[in-house]
């Protein structure tokens, strides 16, 4: 059950005054529920760590509540590693996924097709036992010269983790050669001279170079023991298994801007939850495992960056000017009497906006009358100026046509420790916007 709107409830969830305090509900009972770190103990879903993910029991609880049955769809346009996709083909339905990333769309697929578990296994515990066996060679390949990366791995590591590339593209099956590969990518964050910090990938000194064939041997066995794990198990509704059903789940690489290769009125519920407005760019965090697999050069990540959505400075979209709220133009006009340490920080905050438009009207377009949205995304803080990030895309959604049903208030973060140095110490909201498109 979740607590509706109260005047104490009010204070203490740091609601504004607004038009739309009544939508109010205190989830915070269930604020784990919109981190990753439920997925830690799951097989596969745990297999690449994505801290800005959410929860496979978030996507439980809501299709229940929402009350989705097969054969119905489930869409995330921002899709990430997947959680959503796998969650719903466990609960049977149809889901589609989409990512402006290659990384993050790879990693999707090979886990769906790991949930399957539809592999030769002696055929991949013979190739996981050729890797591991084959002695170390000089590799062919080299690592992409992209400037930002450069001095991310040590010698010794980078060699020996183009080495393993190099071996694992000699596999021959498919399905298996994914698999290998997506090892591979799940330990880079364990080899790197960096850690994920906030939003920046900051440089370390390890003590000792790592173990990198010892690190991706203990990989492939976990992964391997999880396909063991899930051949065995029966998640598919009796009925559905008395009919051989097999739900369709495939992610895309694509722009949640632009969903136009879905048809209208195809999906039945939306759960999603885009990039943050807190300059966090996923092309510098991931870029490691993007440039190991994906991106050849600076100019590719270049282009990558810039077609990411405008949560970061970087990010570059074609002008738009579809938002007419005064409640963003009294935030705008108030961080032009701040000190803003980089300028693009105001045209970031607007074209945030303009591109949340531009997506809720693709997933009004595609959703079914009737169909609801859920959306997780938190608030920020620019200059000691609070974006209320939930009630602005309640705001779009309602402007585009969507009937604005709750605000669930699932957590309360604290902000930077410049922001509380300069402006104070203040809690953000981090909410769940439900959305409806009318019958």
């Excluded at 770190?37 to 993910?53: A, D, H, R, V």
């Excluded at 030769?120 to 591991?132: C, E, G, K, W």
């Excluded at 996923?282 to 960056?305: Q, W």
């Excluded at 009358?369 to 803080?381: F, K, L, W």
Aim: glycine fraction near 4%; aromatic fraction near 12%.
């Amino acid at each position: 059950m979740t607590m509706k709107f109260t005047k104490a409830l009010y204070q203490q969830l740091l609601i504004p005054e607004t038009r739309y305090k009544h939508l109010f509900r205190d989830w915070t009972t269930y604020g784990k529920l919109v981190t990753f770190e439920p997925n830690m103990g799951l097989p596969i879903y745990n297999w690449f760590y994505f801290k800005q993910g959410f929860s496979r029991d978030l996507i439980f609880k809501l299709v229940n509540e929402f009350q989705i049955r097969a054969p119905a769809t489930i869409l995330d346009p921002f899709c990430g590693v997947g959680t959503t996709l796998l969650a719903g083909y466990q609960k049977a339905l149809h889901a589609i996924g989409v990512d402006i990333l290659p990384l993050f769309v790879f990693v999707t697929n090979v886990k769906l097709e790991a949930l399957k578990a539809d592999y030769d296994m002696a055929s991949l515990r013979n190739a996981i036992q050729y890797i591991i066996n084959t002695e170390f060679t000089e590799p062919i390949l080299e690592f992409p010269d992209i400037k930002f990366l450069h001095g991310i791995f040590e010698d010794n590591v980078l060699k020996t983790l183009l080495f393993l590339k190099e071996k694992i593209a000699e596999v021959q099956d498919v399905k298996i050669r994914r698999l290998l590969m997506l090892a591979l990518l799940c330990i880079v964050k364990d080899i790197i001279n960096a850690k994920r910090d906030g939003v920046i990938l900051r440089r370390i000194k390890r003590e000792k170079l790592p173990d990198v064939k010892r690190i991706f041997m203990e990989k492939l066995i976990k992964m391997y023991n999880d396909i063991i794990y899930f051949r065995t198990q029966t998640f598919l509704p009796h009925y559905l298994q008395e009919i051989k059903s097999d739900p369709d789940a495939c992610a895309f690489e694509g722009d949640a801007r632009d969903l136009s290769f879905i048809e209208d009125n195809s999906i039945d519920v939306v759960i999603t939850s885009p990039p943050y407005l807190n300059r966090l760019d996923y092309t510098r965090i991931y870029g490691p495992e993007l440039a190991l697999y994906f991106v050849s050069n600076d100019k590719m990540m270049k282009i990558l960056r810039y077609r990411t959505l405008r949560s970061h400075v970087e990010a570059r979209y074609y002008p738009t000017n579809y938002v007419q709220s005064e409640l963003l133009d009294s935030v705008l006009e108030e961080l032009k009497k701040r000190p803003l340490n980089n300028q693009k920080i105001l045209e970031m905050i607007k074209g945030y906006f303009e591109d949340l438009y531009v997506c809720l009207s693709e997933i009004y377009r595609v959703l079914k009358d009737g169909g609801i949205v859920a959306i997780v995304v938190g608030c920020s803080r620019w200059s000691g100026v609070i974006i209320d990030v939930d009630l602005l895309l309640t705001e779009i959604g309602e402007s585009i046509g969507f009937e604005p049903l709750e605000i669930r208030v699932a957590m309360l973060r604290g902000t930077s420790a410049q922001q509380i140095r300069n402006y104070g110490e203040t809690q953000l909201r981090e909410s769940i916007v439900i959305l409806k498109k009318p019958t």
